[in-house]
């Protein structure tokens, strides 16, 4: 694993063949490990283990080769697991899977407070570098872990707990006066029953709203209409389900709260 690499030993790239026959004497695909005056990175699984390796001899290999005894090196952990690999400590095989990083955690330990001088004093009066680590959330990178999990085919399905809204209202006609004011008193009375509350206003044709509420994904929407208002009725859909349900208008704000 390169980026591990570079932790220990610092910038490097691979040699050119002309520089490891020049700087070890043997082409590539024949050095091994043993009789180098040069520092040796191995990765600790090695640690234990007869191996085959190269003999610092053109076309030669060479068997039974054990570390400490043959060869020295510093040991790290350098190694890049690949999927199907055995785990370290538990021995079964490594499944990798692509996610989203939300967020992490890192072990600073005494690198930064040790050259900052930040130290604390224990029971007995005496210094110590303070231990560091750091954690960091993205709220960017949950909404979009969401939507990857959470769509359909017309767009976003947010999950009720993160929702930027929990309803979208959805007055079909603007230039009716009852309608609007229906979509104004919803509004106000969800407001104070402490909702987060989106208002579609806009002089658009019904079609255009109900697909960009779909596309926004608003857990409810309250669509009014001017027929179902003859009936004293709004409709309740659930973006989710898109199950929609008549309610009296003045039972909305009643009914929202059992759903939400």
């Not at 001899?57 to 350098?78: E, N, S, T």
């Not at 659930?238 to 003045?250: C, D, F, L, S």
């Amino acid at each position: 694993h390169e980026k591990k690499l570079a932790r220990i030993i610092g910038n490097h790239r691979p040699a050119r063949k002309e520089e490891i026959k020049e700087l070890l004497g043997v082409e590539a695909g024949f050095i091994g490990p043993m009789g180098h005056n040069i520092p040796i990175v191995a990765d600790s699984c090695l640690q234990e283990g007869v191996y085959v390796s190269g003999s610092n001899r053109q076309h030669y290999h060479v068997r039974g080769i054990r570390p400490g005894i043959d060869f020295g090196a510093a040991w790290h952990d350098i190694t890049l697991a690949r999927e199907g690999d055995f785990c370290a400590n538990c021995n079964t095989p490594i499944r990798i899977e692509r996610v989203i990083e939300i967020g992490n955690i890192f072990k600073l330990g005494t690198k930064y407070s040790v050259p900052l001088k930040a130290v604390y004093l224990d029971e007995k009066g005496q210094e110590h570098p303070l231990v560091m680590g750091s954690y960091g959330i993205g709220p960017a990178r949950i909404a979009a872990a969401a939507i990857e999990q959470n769509h359909d085919k017309d767009g976003i399905v947010w999950p009720k707990s993160i929702a930027p809204f929990d309803i979208e209202i959805l007055p079909l006609n603007v230039h009716d006066t009852r309608t609007s004011e229906t979509a104004e008193d919803l509004y106000a009375a969800l407001e104070a029953r402490g909702f987060e509350v989106l208002m579609d206003d806009r002089d658009a044709r019904a079609g255009v709203k109900f697909k960009d509420a779909d596309l926004i994904g608003i857990p409810l929407q309250i669509i009014i209409g001017e027929k179902n208002l003859k009936d004293d009725v709004v409709e309740v859909k659930e973006r989710k389900t898109k199950e929609i349900e008549k309610v009296q208008v003045g039972e909305v704000v009643e009914y929202i709260s059992s759903l939400l």
